[in-house]
């Protein structure tokens, strides 16, 4: 089991940047590839990125590709997502997930543990 906690959203204008944070604890973080996931009202949750175990390959969604960035920190026990150039339909809150598995994954229900979410707005 893992324990995930995220920070670092808020309210930016258009263009704007933001690092989100997530701080993981358990015995199983060091091998779980984790992922980043939004969810704007009214709508489903939404995919963005996600990274290796070890860090070594990370996957975006097309929307956030060059955009954002993904990386993480075993030393810290640390995960973070870099969101650059950031633009009005990026409003969501934003989780940070822990997968059971190693591998980056795309897919939602491959995640077994999750944040509690982080409020990022971006004006127009």
């Known amino acids: 089991q893992v324990q995930l906690i995220e920070s670092g959203g808020g309210l930016v204008q258009a263009g704007g940047s933001l690092r989100l944070s997530c701080v993981a604890s358990?015995?199983?973080?060091?091998?779980?590839?984790m992922g980043w996931f939004r969810q704007a009202p009214g709508k489903e949750r939404e995919f963005v990125s996600s990274i290796s175990w070890n860090g070594d390959n990370s996957v975006y969604a097309y929307s956030v590709k060059g955009r954002f960035t993904i990386s993480r920190d075993h030393t810290k026990n640390m995960v973070y997502l870099q969101m650059n150039s950031l633009k009005p339909e990026d409003t969501a809150v934003y989780f940070c997930?822990?997968?059971?598995?190693?591998?980056?994954?795309?897919?939602?229900?491959?995640?077994?543990?999750w944040g509690q979410g982080t409020q990022v707005t971006v004006s127009s």
């Open positions: 997930a822990a997968r059971f598995g190693s591998q980056a994954s795309v897919r939602s229900i491959d995640y077994r543990d």
């Open positions: 358990g015995r199983t973080f060091s091998n779980s590839a």
